[in-house]
C-alpha cells in the first residue's frame, strides 16, 4: 500500500487564469483512470515537488481529495516543467484500480562492477534504460537493478532473458533485447600500400634519368663521290 500522501483539492480556475495560482504556489494538476470521472484540481506546489521526487513515476500516493473521507491511490503519469524557468506547470494524477493489473516502465540500475569494463580502451554502456512491466499496482518496483559483474570478457551481453525473474511481476520486454554490453574502442591505423609507394619511387627515377639524358642527332650519310 501507498505509504506517499498528498493533499489536493478541486480546481475551479481553468485556462489563462492558472498563471495566478502558480504565482500564489499552488500547481494545477488533472486526475484521471478507468471508471473514474475526469477532475481539475489543485494543489500546494512545495509539497508537491516533494511528492515528485520520493515517488517518481512508480510509488503509488495516497492523493486527500478535499473532504473525501478515502484517498485515492494514485501514480504520477506525466510531470510538465517550464524549461526556461524551472517551475512546475501541471501534473497528471492517474488513478489506479488495486485489484487489477496495469503496466508501467520501471527504471532499469546497473550494479556492480564488470572486470571487461575496466580493461584499456573498454566501456561500460546501458542499451536498455527502463524495464516495462505488467503487474498489480502494489507490485510495482520502485527500480530493478541488474549486475554487471558477470561480464568478464568484450563479447558478453546482458539481455532480458538475463535478468533474475521478480516475484509477482511479468517481465513485458523482448527477451532478446540487450540490457547492457561493452563497448570496445576501435583505433585505425591508415598505411599506404607498398606498391603505390614503390611505384611513385620508381616513377620519379626514371623521370630524373630521362631528364639527364641528351638526344644525339642521327650520323648524316655521306654521298658517294661521283666518278668521271
Given at each position: 500500500?501507498?505509504?506517499?500522501?498528498?493533499?489536493?483539492?478541486?480546481?475551479?480556475?481553468?485556462?489563462?487564469?492558472?498563471?495566478?495560482?502558480?504565482?500564489?504556489?499552488?500547481?494545477?494538476?488533472?486526475l484521471f483512470?478507468?471508471?473514474?470521472?475526469?477532475?481539475?484540481?489543485?494543489?500546494?506546489?512545495?509539497?508537491?515537488?516533494?511528492?515528485?521526487?520520493?515517488?517518481?513515476?512508480?510509488?503509488?500516493?495516497?492523493?486527500?481529495?478535499?473532504?473525501?473521507?478515502?484517498?485515492?491511490?494514485?501514480?504520477?503519469?506525466?510531470?510538465?516543467?517550464?524549461?526556461?524557468?524551472?517551475?512546475?506547470?501541471?501534473v497528471d494524477?492517474?488513478?489506479?484500480?488495486?485489484?487489477?493489473?496495469?503496466?508501467?516502465?520501471?527504471?532499469?540500475?546497473?550494479?556492480?562492477?564488470?572486470?571487461?569494463?575496466?580493461?584499456?580502451?573498454?566501456?561500460?554502456?546501458?542499451?536498455?534504460?527502463?524495464?516495462?512491466?505488467?503487474?498489480?499496482?502494489?507490485?510495482?518496483?520502485?527500480?530493478?537493478?541488474?549486475?554487471?559483474?558477470?561480464?568478464?570478457?568484450?563479447?558478453?551481453?546482458?539481455?532480458?532473458?538475463?535478468?533474475?525473474p521478480i516475484?509477482?511481476?511479468?517481465?513485458?520486454?523482448?527477451?532478446?533485447?540487450?540490457?547492457?554490453?561493452?563497448?570496445?574502442?576501435?583505433?585505425?591505423?591508415?598505411?599506404?600500400?607498398?606498391?603505390?609507394?614503390?611505384?611513385?619511387?620508381?616513377?620519379?627515377?626514371?623521370?630524373?634519368?630521362?631528364?639527364?639524358?641528351?638526344?644525339?642527332?642521327?650520323?648524316?650519310?655521306?654521298?658517294?663521290?661521283?666518278?668521271?
Amino acid at each position: 500500500m501507498a505509504t506517499l500522501e498528498l493533499k489536493a483539492t478541486k480546481r475551479h480556475i481553468e485556462g489563462k487564469k492558472v498563471k495566478e495560482l502558480r504565482r500564489e504556489g499552488v500547481t494545477p494538476a488533472h486526475l484521471f483512470g478507468p471508471g473514474v470521472e475526469s477532475l481539475a484540481i489543485q494543489c500546494d506546489t512545495a509539497n508537491l515537488r516533494n511528492i515528485l521526487v520520493d515517488a517518481g513515476h512508480t510509488q503509488l500516493v495516497n492523493l486527500k481529495l478535499g473532504h473525501e473521507h478515502n484517498p485515492r491511490v494514485v501514480m504520477i503519469r506525466e510531470v510538465q516543467m517550464d524549461n526556461f524557468k524551472g517551475g512546475l506547470l501541471h501534473v497528471d494524477f492517474y488513478q489506479v484500480n488495486l485489484t487489477e493489473t496495469i503496466r508501467v516502465n520501471v527504471p532499469i540500475i546497473l550494479i556492480g562492477e564488470s572486470a571487461a569494463a575496466k580493461m584499456k580502451g573498454n566501456s561500460l554502456v546501458q542499451e536498455l534504460n527502463e524495464l516495462t512491466v505488467q503487474c498489480l499496482p502494489a507490485n510495482i518496483p520502485s527500480k530493478v537493478e541488474v549486475d554487471v559483474t558477470p561480464l568478464v570478457t568484450a563479447d558478453q551481453l546482458i539481455r532480458v532473458k538475463d535478468m533474475p525473474p521478480i516475484k509477482d511481476v511479468t517481465i513485458v520486454n523482448d527477451q532478446g533485447v540487450v540490457v547492457a554490453r561493452i563497448a570496445v574502442e576501435v583505433i585505425e591505423v591508415v598505411e599506404k600500400p607498398k606498391a603505390a609507394e614503390e611505384g611513385a619511387e620508381a616513377t620519379g627515377e626514371a623521370g630524373a634519368v630521362a631528364e639527364g639524358e641528351k638526344k644525339e642527332a642521327p650520323a648524316k650519310a655521306e654521298k658517294p663521290e661521283k666518278k668521271e
